[in-house]
């Protein structure tokens, strides 16, 4: 979807985000000198420098995708049932595999919107901050619903 974020975000005349990688270009600017972001994907091969390029990312954004034959394609392309742990465990894997490769890795995002159920447990493991569809979500509603706070004046 982040191929497409320049086509419906100027159709809908509102904020809009297609996918959690329009947080790329954002987190990469909080983190320190000499780290990157991380991407953790289903598919890496259908995750080309096109869809960094399409939401203003480094095109050489390290990324990394499920196994093919795991817990997270035979749910999603198999109808097996769904196994937390093996979801979890394979998740896990392919983020300590991005590090093993990118040991510069600072933070992660989840491509995926099936992937957010993992973040805590991630970054728990890590040691390092887990973006999503969801913070992407609390983000934009944050600014689209601003909250009054308490003693806080009208004029």
């Known amino acids: ?25 954002l987190v990469a600017r909080t983190l320190p000198q000499g780290r990157v972001l991380g991407v ?14 399409a939401v203003g990312a480094d095109p050489a954004t390290p990324v990394v995708g499920l196994p093919a034959n795991g817990a997270f394609h035979g749910l999603i392309e198999g109808g097996q049932p769904y196994d ?3 979801m979890a465990a394979e998740i896990l894997a392919a983020a300590h595999g991005l590090i093993a490769r990118h040991p510069d890795v600072g933070a992660i995002v989840l491509e995926c919107t099936n992937m957010p159920r ?18 992407l979500g609390h983000w934009l509603f944050s600014a689209t619903s601003p909250r009054r706070f308490v003693g806080q004046g009208k004029g």
Do not use: C, K, N, W
Not at 12 to 25: C, T, Y
Not at 41 to 49: E, F, I
């Open 84 to 86: 937390h742990d093996a």
């Open 40 to 53: 953790i994907t289903y598919d890496a091969a259908s995750l080309g420098p096109e869809a960094f390029l």
């Open 118 to 135: 993992f973040s805590v447990d991630l970054s728990q493991a890590l040691g390092l901050p887990v973006f999503d569809i969801l913070t």
């Open 1 to 25: 979807m982040a191929r497409h974020q320049a086509v419906l975000a100027a159709g809908l005349g509102v904020p809009f985000a297609a996918s959690s990688l329009v947080q790329l270009p």
